[in-house]
């Protein structure tokens, strides 16, 4: 299931929270780790099983770990099973097939193909999971007892299929306690709503665009038709991930928790170094704790330092989907960082402008190897954004997208934010209002829904 | 109980956790209670209804899809919902929806911009059989070109849409070793009329005036006579709104007008069922008004008609028309020519085309599509059967 429909919002929903808040405090856990298993086999029945198996090894495992202290090699053996089952998870079902494809291109082999379908959300539980194993190994928690507590802090529905990455050591202290009022309740509401609006009203929208400039054929397109279209889908993959993200928040709220933020307004940055700590900040920090600094770091040799950059950003490119495109996408960002690193940070902050054109540039630049996983593709439109072809046909596409193409602007900056702020201070009506007509307005595009793809599904 | 009171009470400090919660549960719940709708009237389709549920079903994942599509599309007052989306969209400089761009003067296009190349080589071939099975038939073939490709003034600024005349010339150009059969060029014949009404401006079909000018066009290519439709008597039907506007849902959408003709026939036969009358009069009452001529899209109609303009004494006349509904206005014309006329329609067809060649000794075969029916009917196949 999947937040922005019209089931979720007016069937799971109200029924969850409903009897979420009405049963006693001790029955809260158990309730979640129901829905949240009902969410999961919604779409996909199948995969329940690896659901649970996920829940029993790494829960046997860290009580393994947490047990048998004294046992060095002991503990050593627990912990690279459960990293080697969840990796192994993660290979096998969304990794293998792209092996084998290359495998036989390579040494002319034939072997079959299992096309799986990949399970909802495997990239970010097995992530989740796995840092819980790593972190008890390493003391910093005591391991869960409970089954049913870590039942529900994997299978979390509002973070369980996109993120953000929740840590247990974020959440393991509202695991058992946690207190739920009523204005942690309207914050949650409202972020989610703020979250709905970004995912159904601007990125589906603009998302659109992108899609058609696609259909169209990147060869029969003008250049400035080429530039809209990578501007589109720029936006499509922010507020379409970020508004993920806040709806996950906003549902964390109401639920009690509170789920670290994702997103601090990325495409205002100056470097790619500023982009990555402000974008999809539960993974940059989650490779930090887990790979980078494990790897050394930066206290180490230059020579190693580059090559930590390069190894992190090649693996959180190849995280995002079993294909060269997002390989190239993670070593370009690798590159900018190393460059910037060398020297020409200092120049980024000396000239302003210069800095922000930069960086969107590049940001954009890097979303055309994102979303093609087609390499003839990705050529064929480098080339055309950048060898000049005229033509109209960009004329209708901006008149068409122009507004929300602006708003979507806006709401990349924090500006209007602010101002909400500040507004709400002394006009507290203004906020309900432009809430409840984003509500509105996306329910009106829900029902009458062509277009609602899920970025997500292949993460 | 005392303390659930204050509980309570306290919420109205919290005016959007109140809105919100009222708004998701009131809607659920009236939704649940209130009754599913068959027939969207706006969309003009089927409604999905209530899902059996089985747990071979679920595990299939065949139950939650439908389940889904239910939800939505019984979900509390959907038409406003829709109206709203649409208006929304209008502010947002929109002129286009669902793949329906918002021309000049009223009038909705298609906006097809990649085909399907695949089915329309298969198309293709399946035509070049039929002509090859029957080398003795006088075949006349006709791509109808869709409003977009003649009312291209229309189209805003900057759009391309797929061309059209490009595909109808190669089309034809397959054809034109084979002596049987001769093509229409209806394209032209619908660009000299491009100022008149031709096409509906919120339906995909031609106007039964468009349908007029192709049939003056099919008569010459046969050297018959046609009828003048000053002659006929002529009636109007309004507030006409098509399958455009059924996938558009534009709020500020402009009626048509359908006009029909009073026709005199014999009977006409579809399947077993005898009609006496070629039009489906209650259908002129409802939404889908285009299903009036010749009760739609069926398998076989035959229509015997009074008496034709070219009447022969030792032997009837009759002609096989092979179609998509374009053809369902333009079959009427015809009663005006032959004894006796039959309407295949491939999408329905239950009955062996070689059968009905065979059996009937027709003087003149016309196969007409439309071109954007021409390039998907996944149908034409069955021509050679």
Known sequence: MVFSSIVFLFRFLPIVLLIYYLIPNKCKNLSLLFFSLLFYSWGEPKYFFIMIASICVDYTLSLIIDNNRDKKLLCKVALLLSIMFNLGMLLFFKYYDFFIVNINKVFGLNISLLRLILPLGISFYTFQTMSYTIDVYRGKVKAERNIINFGTFVTMFPQLIAGPIVKYTDINVELKERKINYSQIQDGAETFILGLGRKV????NVGMLWDEVQTLGFSNISTPLAWLGVLAFTFQIYFDFSGYSLMAIGLGKMLGFNFPQNFNYPYISRSATEFWRRWHMTLGSWFREYVYIPLGGNRVGPFRKYFNIVLIWFLTGFWHGANFNFMLWGLMFAVLLIVEKRGFNKFLDKYRVFSHIYLILM????????????????????????????????????????????????????????????????????????????????????????????????? | ?????NKIKKLKNYPLLLLFFTFILSFTIIDIISPDKEFSDLENKFLQMTPEFSYDKFVKNEYVPKYERYINEQFLFRNKWINLKSRSEFYLGKTENNGIVYGKDGYLLDKTQNINEKQLKRNIESIKKFIEMYSDANIKFALIPNSYEVLKEKLPLGLKLYNQAGLIENVYNEYSTYDNVTTLDFLSLMNEHENEYIYYKTDHHWTTLGAYY????????????????????????????????????????????????????ANMLIGDKEYKDIYDYEKFNVRDKYAAFIYGNNDLTVIKNKGSLNKSEDKKTKVLIIK??????????????YDEVYVLDLRSNSKKVSEIMETCDFDDVLIMYSVNNFIDDVNLIRATY
């Open chain 2, 214 to 265: 192709a049939y003056i066009d099919f008569m010459k290519s046969v050297d018959k006579q046609y009828v003048d439709v000053d002659d006929l008597k002529t009636n109007e039907v309004e507030f006409f709104l098509g399958t455009y506007y059924s996938k558009a849902k534009k709020f500020n959408a402009q009626f048509d007008d359908i006009t029909y003709y009073d026709v005199e026939i």
């Open chain 1, 201 to 204: 009203l601007i990125a589906n």
């Open chain 2, 1 to 5: 109980m005392k303390n659930y009171f």
């Open chain 1, 363 to 459: 940001v954009m630049l890097s979303w055309v190897l994102f979303s093609l996983t087609d390499l003839g593709q990705v050529a064929q439109l480098y080339k055309k954004m950048f060898i000049f072809t005229g033509g109209l046909d960009f004329i209708y596409y901006i008149r068409n997208y122009f507004v929300i193409l602006v708003i979507a602007g806006i709401l990349s900056t924090p500006v209007l934010k602010n101002i909400f702020n500040k507004v709400s201070k002394d006009a507290n009506w203004i906020r309900i209002s432009v809430t409840a007509i984003i509500l509105i307005l996306s329910v009106a595009y829900l029902v009458d829904a062509t277009y609602n793809p899920f970025l997500y599904f292949r993460f």
């Open chain 2, 324 to 337: 998509d509904s374009f053809g369902n206005s333009f079959v009427p014309y015809l009663t005006y020519n």
